[in-house]
Protein backbone atom coordinates (compact mmCIF):
# COMPACT_ATOMS: atom_id res chain seq x y z
CA UNK A 1 0.00 0.00 0.00
CA UNK A 2 1.20 3.04 -0.96
CA UNK A 3 1.85 5.81 1.55
CA UNK A 4 -0.71 8.44 -0.23
CA UNK A 5 -3.25 5.73 0.25
CA UNK A 6 -2.38 4.85 3.88
CA UNK A 7 -2.65 8.64 4.42
CA UNK A 8 -6.05 8.87 2.91
CA UNK A 9 -7.33 5.55 4.77
CA UNK A 10 -5.98 6.81 7.92
CA UNK A 11 -7.73 10.68 7.17
CA UNK A 12 -10.69 8.83 6.60
CA UNK A 13 -10.90 6.71 9.58
CA UNK A 14 -10.73 9.59 11.78
CA UNK A 15 -13.67 11.93 10.02
CA UNK A 16 -15.59 8.30 10.13
CA UNK A 17 -15.08 8.94 14.04
CA UNK A 18 -15.83 12.75 14.41
CA UNK A 19 -19.64 12.26 14.89
CA UNK A 20 -19.08 11.75 18.34
CA UNK A 21 -20.12 15.24 17.97
CA UNK A 22 -23.31 15.83 19.40
CA UNK A 23 -22.35 14.87 22.72
CA UNK A 24 -18.64 16.92 21.76
CA UNK A 25 -17.12 18.44 25.21
CA UNK A 26 -15.30 22.28 24.44
CA UNK A 27 -11.97 21.45 24.11
CA UNK A 28 -9.39 20.72 27.34
CA UNK A 29 -10.51 21.98 30.03
CA UNK A 30 -9.13 21.84 34.13
CA UNK A 31 -10.59 18.08 33.61
CA UNK A 32 -9.07 17.46 30.40
CA UNK A 33 -10.43 16.86 27.39
CA UNK A 34 -13.16 14.15 28.23
CA UNK A 35 -14.56 15.99 31.23
CA UNK A 36 -14.69 14.21 35.18
CA UNK A 37 -16.92 11.83 33.95
CA UNK A 38 -14.76 10.42 31.31
CA UNK A 39 -15.42 10.16 27.31
CA UNK A 40 -19.33 11.16 25.65
CA UNK A 41 -21.36 8.92 25.48
CA UNK A 42 -20.84 8.55 21.27
CA UNK A 43 -17.53 8.16 21.59
CA UNK A 44 -17.94 5.14 24.14
CA UNK A 45 -20.39 3.35 21.55
CA UNK A 46 -19.06 4.98 18.75
CA UNK A 47 -22.68 6.02 17.46
CA UNK A 48 -23.23 6.21 13.95
CA UNK A 49 -24.60 9.58 12.35
CA UNK A 50 -22.07 11.14 10.23
CA UNK A 51 -23.24 13.93 7.93
CA UNK A 52 -25.65 15.34 9.86
CA UNK A 53 -25.51 18.57 10.61
CA UNK A 54 -25.70 19.29 13.75
CA UNK A 55 -23.60 16.34 14.48
CA UNK A 56 -20.66 17.71 12.12
CA UNK A 57 -21.10 21.60 13.13
CA UNK A 58 -20.85 21.41 16.87
CA UNK A 59 -17.27 20.43 17.19
CA UNK A 60 -16.13 22.70 15.05
CA UNK A 61 -18.00 25.27 17.27
CA UNK A 62 -16.37 23.50 20.39
CA UNK A 63 -12.52 23.39 18.67
CA UNK A 64 -12.28 25.76 16.21
CA UNK A 65 -13.54 28.74 17.47
CA UNK A 66 -11.46 29.31 20.17
CA UNK A 67 -13.55 29.69 22.75
CA UNK A 68 -12.79 32.45 25.96
CA UNK A 69 -12.78 31.01 29.69
CA UNK A 70 -16.15 32.63 30.11
CA UNK A 71 -17.45 31.12 26.26
CA UNK A 72 -16.14 27.84 27.46
CA UNK A 73 -18.21 27.61 30.47
CA UNK A 74 -21.15 28.80 28.60
CA UNK A 75 -20.49 25.62 25.98
CA UNK A 76 -19.93 23.13 28.93
CA UNK A 77 -23.04 24.09 30.71
CA UNK A 78 -25.26 23.85 27.48
CA UNK A 79 -23.85 20.64 26.71
CA UNK A 80 -23.95 19.30 30.48
CA UNK A 81 -27.48 20.21 30.29
CA UNK A 82 -28.24 18.37 27.11
CA UNK A 83 -26.13 15.08 27.90
CA UNK A 84 -28.89 13.05 29.38
CA UNK A 85 -31.39 13.88 26.94
CA UNK A 86 -29.00 13.06 24.35
CA UNK A 87 -28.37 10.11 25.64
CA UNK A 88 -31.87 8.86 26.13
CA UNK A 89 -32.33 9.58 22.39
CA UNK A 90 -29.04 7.72 21.20
CA UNK A 91 -30.75 4.91 23.60
CA UNK A 92 -34.05 4.95 21.78
CA UNK A 93 -32.63 4.68 18.04
CA UNK A 94 -30.19 1.90 19.29
CA UNK A 95 -32.88 0.01 20.19
CA UNK A 96 -34.93 0.83 16.91
CA UNK A 97 -32.07 -0.42 15.23
CA UNK A 98 -31.52 -3.35 17.00
CA UNK A 99 -35.81 -4.79 16.90
CA UNK A 100 -35.20 -3.90 12.71
CA UNK A 101 -32.00 -6.04 12.77
CA UNK A 102 -33.65 -8.52 14.41
CA UNK A 103 -36.66 -9.34 12.51
CA UNK A 104 -34.22 -8.73 9.42
CA UNK A 105 -32.29 -11.85 10.12
CA UNK A 106 -34.87 -13.75 12.45
CA UNK A 107 -36.13 -16.90 11.63
CA UNK A 108 -39.94 -15.38 11.01
CA UNK A 109 -40.96 -14.39 7.71
CA UNK A 110 -41.14 -10.37 6.95
CA UNK A 111 -41.77 -7.78 4.25
CA UNK A 112 -41.84 -4.62 4.20
CA UNK A 113 -45.16 -3.87 6.05
CA UNK A 114 -44.27 -5.90 8.89
CA UNK A 115 -40.90 -3.87 9.22
CA UNK A 116 -43.34 -0.68 8.68
CA UNK A 117 -43.28 -0.02 12.50
CA UNK A 118 -39.49 -0.30 13.45
CA UNK A 119 -38.68 2.06 10.43
CA UNK A 120 -41.11 4.57 12.14
CA UNK A 121 -39.73 4.43 15.22
CA UNK A 122 -35.96 4.80 13.75
CA UNK A 123 -37.47 8.00 11.51
CA UNK A 124 -38.96 9.25 14.84
CA UNK A 125 -35.97 9.24 16.99
CA UNK A 126 -33.81 10.09 14.22
CA UNK A 127 -35.51 13.59 13.82
CA UNK A 128 -35.64 13.72 17.37
CA UNK A 129 -31.87 13.79 17.64
CA UNK A 130 -31.70 16.45 14.56
CA UNK A 131 -34.25 18.36 16.36
CA UNK A 132 -31.98 18.64 19.73
CA UNK A 133 -28.97 18.78 17.86
CA UNK A 134 -30.56 21.93 16.41
CA UNK A 135 -30.97 23.08 19.39
CA UNK A 136 -27.72 22.64 20.45
CA UNK A 137 -25.97 24.32 18.11
CA UNK A 138 -28.28 27.70 18.02
CA UNK A 139 -27.05 27.89 21.31
CA UNK A 140 -23.51 27.41 21.16
CA UNK A 141 -23.77 29.67 18.17
CA UNK A 142 -25.60 32.42 19.85
CA UNK A 143 -22.25 32.25 22.24
CA UNK A 144 -19.52 32.62 19.25
CA UNK A 145 -18.66 36.05 18.19
CA UNK A 146 -18.91 36.84 14.51
CA UNK A 147 -15.16 36.57 14.25
CA UNK A 148 -15.33 33.36 16.11
CA UNK A 149 -18.07 32.21 13.53
CA UNK A 150 -15.56 33.00 10.49
CA UNK A 151 -13.31 31.19 12.13
CA UNK A 152 -15.87 28.26 12.29
CA UNK A 153 -16.86 28.60 8.62
CA UNK A 154 -13.11 28.97 7.40
CA UNK A 155 -12.16 25.57 9.14
CA UNK A 156 -15.56 23.72 7.85
CA UNK A 157 -14.51 25.03 4.42
CA UNK A 158 -11.10 23.10 4.85
CA UNK A 159 -12.40 19.79 6.07
CA UNK A 160 -14.77 20.00 3.07
CA UNK A 161 -12.11 20.13 0.66
CA UNK A 162 -10.33 17.24 2.66
CA UNK A 163 -12.99 15.45 2.21
CA UNK A 164 -13.11 16.13 -1.21
CA UNK A 165 -9.25 14.98 -1.73
CA UNK A 166 -9.76 11.99 0.36
CA UNK A 167 -12.50 10.75 -2.27
CA UNK A 168 -10.31 11.93 -5.02
CA UNK A 169 -7.47 9.39 -3.60
CA UNK A 170 -9.87 6.41 -2.96
CA UNK A 171 -10.93 6.62 -6.95
CA UNK A 172 -7.41 6.49 -8.09
Excluded: C, W, Y
Excluded at 58 to 64: F, S, V
Excluded at 78 to 89: F, G, V
Excluded at 96 to 123: H, M, Q, S, T, Y
Aim: glycine letters at 8%.
Amino acid sequence: MTPRRLIAISSLAALIAAPAALLAQPPDGPDGPDGPHGPPPMMMRGMPGGGDAPGMVIPLMLHAANLTPEQRDKAKALMSANREPLRKLFDQLKTANDALAGKLVGPAPVDAAALKPEVERIAQARQQLMEHGLTIALGLRAILTPEQLAAVTAKRAKLEDLQRQMRELMRD
